[in-house]
């Protein structure tokens, strides 16, 4: 059952929205150590961030009211 879920969650980060997220934040994470941040893109990282988080959230509230994925 433990291995289904760690399986599951794999599988889940893996996905394309997952990685772009995960790109994008390792790229912050190199322009922050090089003091070479726009503005721009901390406009556009926010977003995204936002909206990736913001969607976890609402499959999570779903998923507890009992609404399908």
Do not use: C, H, P
Not at 25 to 54: C, E, H, K, L
């Amino acid at each position: 059952m433990k291995n289904e879920t760690i399986s599951k969650r794999v599988g889940n980060l893996m996905s394309v929205k997952s990685l772009v997220t995960l790109a994008l934040t390792a790229v912050f994470a190199v322009m922050t150590v090089r003091q070479a941040i726009s503005q721009d893109f901390m406009t556009i990282y926010a977003v995204i961030i936002a909206f990736y988080f913001g969607t976890q959230s609402q499959k999570v509230q779903d998923m507890a009211e009992g609404g399908s994925d």
